[in-house]
T-cell receptor
Framework: DAGVIQSPRHEVTEMGQEVTLRCKPI?????LFWYRQTMMRGLELLIY????????DSGMPEDRFSAKMPNASFSTLKIQPSEPRDSAVYFC????????????FGQGTRLTVV | SQELEQSPQSLIVQEGKNLTINCTSS?????LYWYKQKYGEGLIFLMM?????EEKSHEKITAKLDEKKQQSSLHITASQPSHAGIYLC????????????FGKGTRLSVIA
């Protein structure tokens, strides 16, 4: 398996533009997580899905952020409109169902909003 | 909510030296994960500890969960340049199947 695949790897956009980050989890994994990593705040959980259903989105910073998982093999994180403070590395991770199973991380998308 | 504090925040060691990174939780740990991250890359799973007093090793890296299950330590023996990176500890809740909450990480540099 190729692991968790994220695209794009890098994104530079102007403030106010819409940004869409994409994630393909590992086949067979039932849980999918979106994290954001910054120097100041470290790795923060934004939202997670279980069997394609959003379970907890309390980490989503504002209404400008939205995430979808239309099927078991694809998820998107959208920021509209983007702001400079959204600049960060966004990680997607997936894990199989069950207690204390490790999460497998993608390579991340480095987002820069100018 | 559970919070994890890692210490030190950064560490520079000479190649061949031993080192220890600590992770302290504000609540009882029901599962403690150690990950390593290289700059610009994703997180790589190292090991998971669940039981108080449990100790696991992988190559030259050993992690332990204390008896009270509120602190874990990661020990590297005879450090090498390949050990350089950011080490993050992550924890799960009692149910064990909710997402990981992470510490802010410890940045390790190994110099020749």
């Amino acid at each position: 398996d190729a692991g968790v695949i994220q695209s794009p790897r890098h994104e530079v956009t102007e403030m106010g533009q819409e940004v869409t980050l994409r994630c393909k989890p590992i086949s067979g994994h039932n849980s999918l997580f979106w994290y954001r990593q910054t120097m100041m705040r470290g790795l923060e959980l934004l939202i997670y899905f279980n069997n394609n259903v959003p379970i907890d989105d309390s980490g989503m910073p504002e209404d400008r952020f939205s995430a979808k998982m239309p099927n078991a093999s694809f998820s998107t994180l959208k920021i509209q409109p983007s702001e400079p403070r959204d600049s960060a590395v966004y990680f997607c991770a997936s894990s199989p169902t069950g207690k204390n199973t490790e999460a497998f991380f993608g390579q991340g998308t480095r987002l820069t909003v100018v | 909510s559970q919070e994890l504090e890692q210490s030190p925040q950064s560490l520079i060691v000479q190649e061949g030296k031993n080192l220890t990174i600590n992770c302290t939780s504000s609540k009882t740990l029901y599962g403690l994960y150690w990950y390593k991250q290289k700059y610009g890359e994703g997180l790589i799973f190292l090991m998971m500890l669940q039981k108080g007093g449990e100790e696991k090793s992988h190559e030259k890296i050993t992690a332990k969960l204390d008896e009270k299950k509120q602190q874990s330590s990661l020990h590297i023996t005879a450090s090498q340049p390949s050990h350089a990176g950011i080490y993050l500890c992550g924890a799960v809740s009692l149910s064990g199947n909710t997402p990981l909450v992470f510490g802010k990480g410890t940045r390790l540099s190994v110099i020749a």
